[in-house]
């Protein structure tokens, strides 16, 4: 059932019990009202009569009907009611008598005096008021006031019937006016579903819900709908943008590959030293497939929301690890590493390893042989700080926030020879964040760069005495030939953080 027929039935059914508490409540008051007017006229009447009639017969003036006569007996006609006198037996002397039944039965002493009886007749109800009259303690007869009540019950009915003819013309028109209003209210969101479903069909995440200038909770959830479709559309296009990216990394190495192949099938003479030269190229560009392939594999889990594993790691050997093996790759630039400390992070040795190959892989290909790179590891305020710090080409303000986008390179052509697949830092920043912590970067052009990875500790910092076995000392590292005094002058010309 919808929303807008919901509502209308909840307004008709409150309504209903609203109109009929109201109608039950003024019809009641406004009977009582009647009814006991005509009481209060009628016990008036018959009270008087009594009186009178006591005194009459108090003169020792018999009780017969010539004894109404006595009396002011215009009095019933002025107000419609009718007066009976009534022998102790219950028949009439004067008039008729009414609510027989009761007289007789209270005919006895005992159950003087009489009062109010209503009386079913063929012309309609009677109302009838009955007083004993007594002489010397005894009853002797009953003075009687009855009055019809057709007209009031008529009238009654009628009035009856008009509270309940307005109370379901009230019900219909709450249920028929929510109706609407439910209708006019929920315009937006019948708009918002069009919308929706036209997007999901169309998947043209361009589009946007006109929002009313309301400041309602329509208006903010077509607001809200907005900045969804907002972000929708930019995932959408990140994704397609990645795609791209993705397809066209993979065609330059594939396209080199197909050319060199065609080279060796059709150039059968060619001297063993180019076949040579070609197959290595070949080898070169298969390795930058497969790292290529590897990167897009981590981003892929990244996306899909892959949690990293959360075991104890320490962070110092990964850091003198990787210096040492990437040594061998450095070209002459002087690879070295500054003090570092016993560090103990949760998190995935795998990734964390990555992480500290993209930076200084990274800072070896940036800087030109000559410079010098300088990794450290030092734990504050409850983190562990790798430093990557190269003296390279450096990057230009306007390229730092780009730097850690999926295939965002600052020189494409150049780096592209250099091997990079522009994905390495988008890795490592999703490694970081996965682990929660962050890189940042300060970087002068021409100058070099500082890459700063912060690490929640496994545990608070504990001090160097926390591991003693582990302790190397301070600014000391494990390995012999890693010693920053060998490759770096006094005046370090490393940008500082
Ligand atoms: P790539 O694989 O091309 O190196 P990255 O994502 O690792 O891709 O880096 C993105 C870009 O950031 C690089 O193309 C390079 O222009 C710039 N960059 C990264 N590290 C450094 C650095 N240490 N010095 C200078 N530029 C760097």
Redesign the pocket.
């Known amino acids: 059932m919808s929303i807008r027929v919901r509502l209308a039935i909840w307004c008709a059914g409150i309504s209903c019990i609203l109109l009929a508490a109201v109608g039950l409540a003024v019809f009641t008051i406004h009977s009582q009202a009647h009814y006991g007017d005509v009481d209060r006229t009628l016990a008036a009447m018959t009270e008087h009569f009594r009186v009178e009639i006591d005194r009459q017969l108090a003169r020792g003036a018999p009780l017969d009907r010539a004894l109404l006569a006595e009396i002011d007996a215009a009095g019933p006609q002025l107000v419609g009611a009718n007066l009976a006198l009534i022998d102790p037996a219950g028949n009439a002397i004067s008039g008729r008598a009414l609510a027989a039944d009761a007289l007789g039965r209270d005919a006895a002493p005992a159950h003087d005096p009489m009062t109010f009886a209503t009386v079913a007749e063929d012309e309609g109800r009677v109302r009838v008021h009955t007083m004993p009259l007594t002489a010397a303690g005894t009853t002797v007869g009953y003075v009687q006031s009855s009055v019809s009540l057709a007209d009031l019950d008529r009238s009654l009915a009628r009035f009856r019937v008009l509270l309940v003819g307005a109370m379901v013309a009230g019900v219909v028109l709450s249920g028929l006016g929510s109706l609407v209003t439910a209708a006019r209210a929920l315009q937006p969101v019948f708009t918002l579903t069009e919308t929706a479903r036209a997007i999901a069909l169309s998947r043209a995440f361009g589009r946007r819900i006109e929002p009313s200038d309301a400041r309602d909770e329509l208006g903010e959830l077509a607001r809200t709908f907005n900045e969804m479709l907002g972000s929708l559309q930019s995932a959408h296009e990140g994704q397609r943008r990645f795609i791209d990216d993705a397809a066209h990394e993979l065609r330059a190495p594939l396209t080199s590959i197909a050319g060199n192949l065609d080279l060796l099938e059709r150039a059968l003479d060619l001297p063993a030293s180019e076949r040579v030269a070609i197959e290595a190229d070949i080898r070169r560009e298969v390795d930058r497939l497969g790292r290529l392939v590897n990167d897009l594999l981590a981003l892929a889990r990244a996306d899909a929301g892959q949690a990293v594993a959360r075991e104890s790691v320490e962070l110092d050997r990964i850091v003198i690890d990787e210096v040492r093996q990437m040594r061998r790759l450095a070209n002459g630039v002087a690879l070295a590493i500054t003090g570092v400390e016993p560090t103990v992070v949760l998190g995935d040795i795998d990734r964390l390893r990555q992480l500290v190959v993209?930076l200084i892989d990274?800072?070896l290909?940036?800087t030109p042989a000559g410079g010098g790179v300088e990794v450290g590891l030092r734990r504050a305020d409850g983190e562990a700080l790798v430093s990557v710090v190269?003296t390279?080409?450096?990057?230009a303000a306007e390229e730092l926030p780009r730097?850690f986008d999926r295939f965002?390179?600052?020189?494409p052509a150049r780096?592209r020879d250099a091997g990079?697949?522009?994905?390495?830092?988008?890795i490592a920043g999703w490694i970081a964040e996965a682990h929660g912590g962050r890189i940042e970067v300060a970087s002068t052009p021409g100058a070099g760069?500082r890459?700063t990875v912060a690490l929640p500790l496994a545990v608070p910092a504990a001090g160097p005495a926390a591991d003693p076995a582990r302790e190397p000392g301070p600014g000391s590292v494990p390995s012999g030939d890693l010693r920053p005094a060998e490759i770096l002058p006094a005046a370090s010309p490393f940008p500082k953080a």
Request: glycine fraction near 20%; avoid cysteine; charged fraction near 20%.
């Open positions: 993209v990274n800072a290909r940036y190269d390279g080409i450096g990057i730097i965002y390179r600052t020189d780096d990079g697949s522009g994905l390495g830092l988008a760069s890459f």
